[in-house]
């Protein structure tokens, strides 16, 4: 039978199945308490969120924090770099790694996956692993050491790799911004790749004999950079990271090298370092073709307005460059009367998720913006609200605020530096984390929120107008799907984290999907580009 791909139009019958109830903010995390080990949980920010393995993850950062010896804390026990863990939304947060004396920052918390080892060989199974780095000055030695931290999952401990040594002075030369997976197209060796401030490109390969699990090589690949990476991402089976005005693509092979891709110098503005320049480098779908493209936040100097654009393969080595919007105008909309003189963001990556309300596939972008007018309440000239800004599928940009519209009284939040969907087994919500001391002194004002979406029960729903059955819903182990009509039909099912979890056909008239490995939760049905929502329970 030949395959044939139909565009259908799903409507549900009344009572069919129960819309999202409503929508609430809640606070998970707040900086200076103790866990239930007595560890203290302080911080002045909260730089990444991961999902790892069914727990919650935070990389937790101690710049300008008093509790840090460098700012006048009083015990070099505390105040330095940490790892935190949450194993269900109703427990305390519990320190998971804590990095040792210097290592201020966590400066990248990720979850990689290894599917082959140092020599190139397919692993019997893929080893996923939390993975998190920092650099750590000795003002006594006068050396700096950048080091990697791979959490043993059986355990719960962390094995660690140093990556690179160099002299003084820290800073952005070894802020280690992002890190990711890459097969060289032309060798087949798997490589990690960090971007290590000016000092360049490294890479390491995985060896699962080590306890910090990968081997790196001391010597970068490509470097010294005059301006650190904020970004680097796989696209189009390449390899990109972004320094300044400029887009490098690696040339895969035994002897690599890196070209210019894309160089948004035309622009005329002079880079703070500082700022950097490219933020947040997100591959996406081209809207435009069947390639990847990449999102990303512009943000030179401190004249910077946010504003994003997306680059688009030209078909002849570079990149079309497409503009989609400047948040200053946004948040100028949102908060009227203000007026937004400085708007920094994308942190980390543009985060991509499926909103539960309208199906869609979102992507998230945080930021911090100073503002003047309007009488807003602001945090040494930053409005003191977490805002962060909503891309639908579309283009179309929105902006929202953490836990509501903030008062006057209300601690400061500032800036949405991360976010990611809840891990837990049946909820269905978003984490945030943030804030951003700009300099200023900020003992404790790291923070965690979730935005809930509180879900109805969800009821069976039978025929739409092309003769489909999908049953049962709530559904344990499987889940059905009946068609009248002959043809065969695509279809996908999707978690919250926009992850193909099922696929296949309906071959005919009927199909039996078995969900019995899925967990507990909210998940898409979802055939060619119309969905809808269904819950998986025990």
Request: glycine content about 10%; proline content about 4%; overall charge negative.
């Amino acid at each position: 039978m030949n395959f044939k791909k139909h565009i259908l139009t799903i409507v549900i019958v009344a009572s069919a199945i129960s819309s999202i109830k409503s929508q609430n903010w809640s606070k998970s995390f707040t900086a200076g308490g103790y866990d239930s080990n007595n560890k203290f949980l302080g911080g002045s920010e909260v730089l990444q969120l991961v999902d790892h393995k069914n727990m919650l993850f935070a990389s937790v950062g101690y710049w300008e924090d008093e509790n840090n010896i460098w700012y006048g804390g009083s015990n070099s026990n505390i105040g330095w770099g940490q790892i935190n863990r949450l194993d269900n939304p109703s427990d305390i947060w519990q320190q998971d790694l804590f990095m040792g004396a210097s290592h201020l920052r966590p400066e990248i918390l990720k979850q990689i996956i290894f599917t082959k080892d140092q020599f190139g060989n397919l692993l019997a199974s893929a080893d996923t692993v939390l993975i998190a780095a920092g650099y750590s000055p000795n003002y006594i030695t006068s050396i700096v050491t950048v080091t990697s931290f791979v959490r043993n999952d059986l355990n719960g401990t962390w094995g660690e790799s140093e990556i690179v040594q160099g002299g003084l002075p820290a800073g952005e030369n070894y802020s280690i911004r992002d890190i990711e997976m890459h097969i060289d197209q032309q060798t087949g060796l798997e490589y990690v790749f960090a971007t290590v401030g000016t000092q360049g490109i490294y890479k390491g390969k995985y060896n699962p004999l080590s306890p910090g699990k990968i081997d790196w090589i001391s010597t970068a690949e490509f470097g010294p950079l005059s301006i650190r990476p904020l970004g680097i991402e796989v696209a189009n089976g390449a390899l990109h990271f972004s320094s300044g005005t400029k887009l490098y693509r690696r040339i895969d092979g035994v002897t690599p090298s890196y070209v210019i891709e894309h160089d948004f110098s035309d622009l005329g503005a002079a880079i703070n370092s500082a700022v950097g320049g490219i933020r947040g480098l997100t591959s996406i779908n081209n809207p435009n073709g069947n390639d990847e493209a990449f999102l990303l936040m512009w943000c030179p100097n401190g004249q910077s307005k946010g504003i994003i654009y997306r680059l688009e393969p030209d078909g002849a080595g570079g990149f079309n460059r497409i503009y989609e919007t400047k948040l200053s105008l946004l948040i100028e909309s949102y908060l009227p009367g203000a007026s937004a003189g400085y708007v920094l963001g994308a942190y980390n990556e543009f985060y991509k998720f499926i909103d539960l309300i309208s199906n869609d596939t979102i992507h998230l972008i945080g930021f911090e913006v100073n503002i003047s007018g309007g009488a807003y309440p602001t945090w040494n000239s930053y409005y003191k609200g977490g805002l962060f800004a909503k891309r639908e599928s579309n283009g179309q940009y929105s902006i929202e605020e953490i836990n509501g519209t903030i008062s006057a009284n209300d601690t400061a939040l500032v800036a949405n530096r991360c976010y990611v969907a809840s891990p837990f087994q049946g909820e269905a919500a978003v984490y945030f984390g943030g804030f951003d001391p700009n300099s200023n002194s900020s003992t404790n004002m790291a923070w965690v929120y979730k935005k809930e979406y509180q879900v109805n029960a969800i009821y069976d729903f039978t025929m739409h107008k092309n003769n489909f059955v999908i049953y049962p819903n709530p559904a344990r182990d499987q889940l059905f799907i009946e068609s009248k009509n002959q043809e065969d039909y695509e279809f996908h099912i999707i978690n919250f984290l926009d992850q193909i979890v099922a696929a296949g056909k309906i071959n005919g008239q009927s199909e039996t999907v078995d969900i019995s490995a899925l967990p507990p939760n909210v998940y898409i049905f979802r055939i060619n580009n119309k969905a809808v929502n269904f819950l998986k329970i025990n």
